[in-house]
């Protein structure tokens, strides 16, 4: 640790992973970006103070802990906090027109292709895993949802013999977005996470199973969980 920190070490790993941390943290807290040149300026100065030190001394190490803040800032809100909310605006305005049409619905019908992100949950009455959205309708209208959406499944019949996690699936459920002035899971104010409610697991449709690097791990989890039931 004491080494991280001396002019003299290689790359400061802990101090550039703590620097990212911040930076994500500071994406988290403030709600507005600063503004684009002063936020340019800052990593064009970093990169300058990295430069004259020649990647060592004080001064590098200082613009380097900027630079590593300034990528987690800009990463978490290009590949999280953006979609994320802009895919729970989406939601909104989804939810706005159903209520226009109809006076009392409980949410917007949608139907949604794509990925089971996280392996099924229960939470209380209710079983949750996480889809990651490929594409989605609402009315026969597509429907922009960027980031993930949570999948809720009420029922007493387990879900995952319908469908586990890495397989791509088709659901047609009730959109929805948790009640405003309810409890909240963290401290800092993220964005509303969208959430499709099922009534059981026969509105889940198994288009195909698990791609990608993960598949085989993923095929044998759910190999495994059939030989235990």
């Known amino acids: 640790m004491r080494r991280s920190w001396s002019p003299g070490a290689g790359a400061p790993s802990l101090p550039a992973a703590f620097a990212i941390a911040t930076g994500i943290v500071a994406a988290v807290?403030?709600?507005?970006?600063?503004?684009?040149?002063?936020?340019?300026?800052?990593?064009?100065?970093?990169?300058?103070?990295v430069a004259v030190g020649r990647g060592r001394g004080r001064l590098a190490i200082f613009g380097?802990?900027?630079?590593?803040?300034?990528?987690?800032?800009g990463s978490a809100r290009v590949r999280w906090l953006g979609p994320?909310?802009?895919?729970?605006?989406?939601?909104?305005?989804?939810?706005?027109?159903?209520?226009?049409?109809?006076a009392g619905?409980?949410?917007?019908?949608?139907?949604?292709?794509?990925?089971l992100g996280a392996?099924?949950?229960?939470?209380?009455?209710?079983?949750?895993?996480?889809?990651?959205?490929?594409?989605?309708?609402v009315d026969g209208r597509p429907l922009a949802l960027e980031g993930p959406v949570a999948l809720v499944v009420a029922g007493e019949t387990d879900p995952s013999p319908a469908a586990e996690v890495?397989?791509?699936v088709c659901v047609k459920g009730t959109l929805r977005l948790?009640?405003?002035?309810g409890p909240r899971r963290s401290p800092f104010d993220l964005p509303d996470e969208p959430h499709v409610l099922l009534k059981s697991a026969l509105q889940i449709e198994r288009v195909s199973g698990p791609a990608g690097l993960l598949a085989p791990v993923h095929a044998a989890r759910a190999a495994f969980k059939r030989r235990l039931r």
């Open 29 to 49: 807290w403030f709600a507005a970006p600063p503004p684009a040149p002063l936020g340019g300026a800052l990593v064009l100065a970093a990169g300058a103070a």
């Open 64 to 73: 380097g802990l900027v630079l590593s803040a300034a990528l987690g800032y």
């Open 84 to 102: 994320a909310r802009r895919s729970t605006e989406e939601a909104r305005h989804a939810l706005a027109g159903a209520a226009a049409r109809d």
């Open 105 to 115: 619905p409980d949410g917007a019908f949608v139907e949604i292709v794509g990925r």
């Open 119 to 137: 392996p099924w949950s229960p939470s209380g009455s209710l079983v949750r895993t996480r889809i990651d959205v490929e594409s989605a309708s």
């Open 166 to 168: 890495g397989d791509r």
């Open 178 to 181: 948790p009640e405003s002035g």
